[in-house]
């Protein structure tokens, strides 16, 4: 419990005085936890990292938990964040990093929506395809995968890894690894437009999640084929109008005042 505000009211008559007053008790959020990464040392899209928050304390339960990672662009110094997962009873995630990706960072809610945040710091090391495939044939399969399992959480979190993987560069590319690039961005336009299908069903957290994906995949124009362009669009479309959908605001939760008359 944290601190309190006391409202008193005093009622006088000719005779006699009536006194009421009313406690309105300020949330605190929770406190006494961390967040940990397993590996905190591994490989963009290839190693998965176990993203844990731990020993989290709140009278007001249950607990929420929202993973993001804070990523740095190659044409900025300003971090820009990236939610992994949207906010659930689950305290532990396992994610696909992008290159980009340098810290991690939990946000956990009580009932009443106070929260507080932890942070870890990850080095993620820069994608080497499996032996055998290059990028495009990589992101076709385990993107392919995560859809036949019904993983939209995984999916998105592999869009924006391998577009990340792509950078945003194509004016540096040779002729060969800029064809490659459109190759690629053209299998992550299609997952968008698949998984953007069933927008409406989605929660809004895995709508921004997706939406994210979205920007990483259009990040350099030059890397869009017309085909990948339209795709996007079209996805971005489905997610504007979902996100539309569920644009009403739901009210925050209010503790109960606690009430005294004398």
Known sequence: VGFYYRFRLEVFDTRETGVAEVDIVMNTPPRGGNVTVV?????????????????????????????SYRSRGSDSSAAHSFMLMPASLSSTVDAVLPITATVLVVQVSDSYSASAQATVQVKVKPYVPAEGFDIQTDAAEKISSGMTNGNAQQTTQLITAFAGALGDESSAMSEQELKQAQNTREVLADALVALSSNAEDAPPDQLEMMAQGAAAVTADAGQLTPAAMENAVDAVTSLGSAKALKGQVTPPKVRPASWRAF
């Open 39 to 67: 590996p905190n040392e591994g490989m963009a899209i290839s190693d998965t990292f176990t993203v844990t928050a731990q020993g989290w304390r709140d009278a007001d339960i249950p607990l929420n938990y929202a993973f």
